[in-house]
């Protein structure tokens, strides 16, 4: 018997998924794939700040959920590539539109929280 998903079961499979999508690191990932297939040294560089463990983490994972393909070619040293799978398309989207509202927003985030971290009540 199949069950239909549901996120708020703790026991779903879906959860993992969203814990994927929810990592800050995944998402910036999606987002320079979605452009264009990339090697692991040009992702280091282009994600400010992302350590070469997390980053290989990273890709592991979304390689492990079909988002990305991993492609090696056989030279010295190993030349390996990172691109989205047609599944991984299909949600780079949907997270490239999260981050352009949070870019968006950012400047009404940041006065919500100085007004919180004040006390101020009226939002």
């Not at 056989?74 to 949907?94: F, K």
């Amino acid at each position: 018997m199949l069950h239909r998903p549901d996120a708020f079961n703790a026991r779903c499979p879906t959860r993992q998924v969203l814990d994927r999508i929810g990592d800050k690191w995944a998402v910036l990932v999606l987002i320079l794939l979605e452009q264009e297939t990339l090697r692991f040294n040009e992702l280091r560089r282009r994600i400010d700040s992302i350590s070469q463990k997390m980053l290989s983490q990273t890709l592991k994972s979304l390689e492990r959920d079909g988002l990305i393909s991993r492609r090696a070619f056989p030279t010295v040293p190993v030349t390996v590539e990172y691109s989205l799978t047609p599944l991984g398309r299909t949600l780079a989207g949907t997270v490239a539109a999260l981050t352009q509202w949070a870019e968006a927003h950012i400047g009404e985030v940041e006065e919500a929280q100085r007004r919180y971290d004040r006390g101020d009540i009226a939002a």
